[in-house]
């Protein structure tokens, strides 16, 4: 196994940003199925790096997207508040920024354009639910402890989703109460979406950051969810984006 990473660069409007494709060489020339990893309110991290490097070696091209902007980061929680707000209040710039990224994916030679998948953490689990909101070209889209409420004005039902959606959700996430998830299952619901929600049980926000450790924000890592959800993450991409036995590609 040989993972492999470099930075691309894209534009939406004024903005560049740079994400981080992740492969492994050792599998060969041919396009891979692909996966957009959305970053919490923090900006692009380690954390989100991390985890395309391990799509990668479960043989998937992964890129950690960007939606603040090159170098652009939070390193305390009001500074995050404050890169986070303006596109959860602007999703029409969230929505363009988010595209953009997924174009990229699309143009890389090691990505199989048609099996891609987005997943999300915290802000980018809304980040995942919003690009299958919006009918981004992907096959399915996974939340992980990710905020569920839907762009201000639209109307349940109002958009089909062809994605497929999995959220996998702390219980008692105060970031996401369980009002906000029967709400999630209502819009999905009405918009005819194959739609599924793992939620684990004394499980809060953030449940699979190791440096998650803060009760009192309702944000603490959770070992078991984590493996947990990583597993339950992997059964699914595996369903939606990888051809069944005796199946064309």
Known sequence: MAIHTREVQYHYQSHTFSGLLAWDDSLGQQPRPAVAVAHTWAGRGDFEQGRAQALAAMGYTALALDVYGVGVRGSNPEQCQQLMAPLKADRAQLHGRLLAGIAAMAEQPEVDASRMAAIGYCFGGLCALDLARVGAPLRSVVSLHGLFDAPEGSAVGSNTISASV???????????????????????????????VHAYGNTVHAFTNPAANNPQMGTLYSPVADRRSWQALGNFLRETLEPAAGQAV
């Open 166 to 196: 999995l959220c996998l959700h702390g219980y008692d996430d105060p970031m996401a109460a369980p009002e906000s998830l029967l709400a999630l299952a209502a819009e999905m619901s009405a918009a005819g979406a194959d739609w599924q």
